[in-house]
């Protein structure tokens, strides 16, 4: 345990109670949140009473939750002498999380994974995983050249792979970014939008831009896509190209055809990384024409350097109603 992290005191008079102390009554402060939000946010995802009592929390509850809660708060203290901050979003990871101890991952790039923790550095923030399934899903995307990344919407395929990306191109591992999606028409004409084809494009790009803009300042990213150091481009305009010393993303790629996923998947070159993210529930194909991350999956599974991760509704990091409309619409298709 970090020197000055709370210590757990047994309470004789009350068994049900963990009890923990914080020698920083600053920090403990930062701990419980503005209004106590952060303990709040605790008790009710681990049906726990926490109770303050001058320096001291006592975490009242079942056994296997009270040590849970104790074990988030521990490490939510240890982030704050650390001198970061504890904000609701690290609140959910630490919920989501597993608090088992992890072994060490020796030899990991940028020693990521030093003491189990995943942390992601890049210019404008410093993003950590929130749930078990996007720490593997991040661990993969540094140990292996071809990696996929399926589930539902709102899991942080994506964002994450921009992350890594950026974080790859910063320290110099990788010469460029390249992100790229299928632009295909989810029910409107992409003809009858005004503008040229970079207009009509653009749209669909969008997420990739909002990704770099969290990433990059964003004098720094106008100046790298001027200079063709950061390309954003539609999965058709891949064709022909030897992606070298790249960072490649293919974003929605279950909307790419059998045919662009394997010319994308071909342009693999020397020195670089490609992250392929989809869901499998979102095909915007027309009838009958099979998309590419379905025959990805299929022929590709057994290939031991590539790696596929999954993602569930209970790695939603958006707004807590977003996972539960998947799990309806997941119950709808079951049922079906």
Do not use: W
Not at 42 to 66: D, F
Not at 154 to 166: C, M, R
Request: hydrophobic content about 40%; proline content about 5%; some cysteine.
């Amino acid at each position: 345990m970090a020197l000055g992290a709370p210590t757990p005191t047994e309470d004789m008079t009350a068994l049900h109670e963990v009890v923990l102390e914080f020698p920083d009554n600053r920090l403990l402060i930062d701990l419980c949140g503005e209004f106590d939000r952060h303990l709040a946010e605790i008790e009710q995802k681990l049906s726990v009473q926490i109770i303050r009592r001058g320096n001291q929390l006592a975490v009242l509850g079942e056994t296997g939750m009270r040590e849970q809660a104790a074990a988030v708060l521990t490490t939510l203290y240890d982030r704050l002498e650390t001198g970061r901050t504890v904000e609701p979003a690290d609140v959910d990871r630490e919920l989501r999380m597993d608090t088992s101890p992890d072994d060490e991952t020796p030899g990991s790039q940028l020693e990521m994974f030093r003491g189990g923790k995943v942390e992601i550095k890049t210019r404008k923030k410093l993003v950590e995983p929130r749930t078990d399934a996007q720490k593997a899903y991040v661990q993969s995307l540094f140990e292996h050249e071809l990696a996929f990344g399926i589930g539902p919407a709102g899991t942080g395929k994506t964002y994450l792979a921009v992350a890594v990306g950026v974080s790859m191109f910063i320290t110099g591992h990788v010469d460029k970014i390249i992100l790229s999606r299928p632009a295909v028409e989810a029910g409107e004409k992409l003809g009858y939008l005004p503008g040229d084809m970079k207009d009509k494009v653009d749209p669909y790009m969008q997420p990739l831009y909002d990704a770099l803009n969290d990433f990059l300042p964003g004098k720094q990213l106008a100046k790298l896509m001027e200079d063709k150091r950061i390309e954003i481009a539609p999965l058709a305009f891949m064709r022909g190209r030897t992606l070298s010393n790249a960072f490649v993303v293919l974003d929605e790629a279950q909307n790419a055809t059998t045919m662009q996923m394997k010319m994308f998947l071909t342009r693999l070159g020397e020195g670089s990384r490609m992250v392929i993210t989809g869901d499998r529930s979102q095909i915007d194909l027309p009838r009958g024409v099979q998309s590419g991350l379905r025959d990805a999956e299929r022929l590709l599974n057994n290939i031991p350097k590539i790696s596929f991760n999954y993602f569930t509704a209970r790695d939603v990091v958006r707004h807590p109603l977003v996972a539960a409309i998947i799990e309806a619409y997941e119950a709808d298709e079951k049922q079906g």
